[in-house]
T-cell receptor, first 116, second 112 residues
Framework: DSGVTQTPKHLITATGQRVTLRCSPR?????VYWYQQSLDQGLQFLIQ???????AKGNILERFSAQQFPDLHSELNLSSLELGDSALYFC???????????????FGQGTRLTVV | QKEVEQDPGPLSVPEGAIVSLNCTYSNSAFQYFMWYRQYSRKGPELLMY????GNKEDGRFTAQVDKSSKYISLFIRDSQPSDSATYLC????????????FGTGTRLLVSP
């Protein structure tokens, strides 16, 4: 158990709908990352938050947004869903401290999103 | 050209073999190097974590980083069927907030 919790584990929804994926980082970790993994594809970086602020952005679609709350949990919002958005969405957390050393990232078990 | 290149495999070996998994990268700013293991669409599990060049050993696993060649390796000794999984390399720089960049993963199959 990595200590990173993602809910829900599975989600089935229709095209055009909006969903919210939730991530609770490991205790004490301030940095949260979101990744998308499509079938037979590698992990694609979406976005990173550190202590509530957006810090890095990858190829995240405009239909997708995220935020990190004061209690450090994070949510990834996916709207106007398309069939191609079906994928595994992973959250990871790390204890990166500004001005300090990077640390390793630990992943949750993912949310499997199926758009029908 | 992708920042991180990794042969997708599959790599099939008999039980007990030594396995060598590799990644090459193009960004000389990468300083942190990680190997993750992922079982059938589960969450990636961190195996090894190294900073800059050199070797690191942990049980049956050895990670090597050659920054001059932009080449990293993971060796698995005495491979077991339970090692069958996809192995992902990942790396990042050490300035500011750097995203963790992954290879596409190598699928390893260890047969009894």
């Amino acid at each position: 158990d990595s200590g990173v919790t993602q809910t829900p584990k599975h989600l089935i929804t229709a095209t055009g709908q909006r969903v919210t994926l939730r991530c609770s980082p490991r205790s004490g970790d301030l940095s949260v990352y979101w990744y998308q993994q499509s079938l037979d594809q590698g992990l694609q970086f979406l976005i990173q938050y550190y202590n509530g602020e957006e810090r890095a952005k990858g190829n995240i679609l405009e239909r997708f947004s995220a935020q990190q709350f004061p209690d450090l949990h994070s949510e990834l919002n996916l709207s106007s869903l398309e069939l191609g958005d079906s994928a595994l969405y992973f959250c990871a957390s790390s204890a990166y401290v500004v001005g300090g050393l990077n640390t390793e990232a630990f992943f949750g078990q993912g949310t499997r999103l199926t758009v029908v | 050209q992708k920042e991180v290149e990794q042969d997708p495999g599959p790599l099939s070996v008999p039980e007990g073999a030594i396995v060598s998994l590799n990644c090459t990268y193009s960004n000389s700013a990468f300083q942190y190097f990680m190997w993750y293991r992922q079982y059938s669409r589960k969450g990636p599990e961190l195996l090894m974590y190294t900073y800059s060049s050199g070797n690191k050993e942990d049980g049956r696993f050895t990670a090597q980083v050659d920054k001059s060649s932009k080449y990293i390796s993971l060796f698995i000794r005495d491979s077991q069927p339970s090692d069958s999984a996809t192995y992902l390399c990942a790396m990042k720089g050490d300035t500011g907030f750097q995203k963790l960049v992954f290879g596409t993963g190598t699928r390893l199959l260890v047969s009894p």
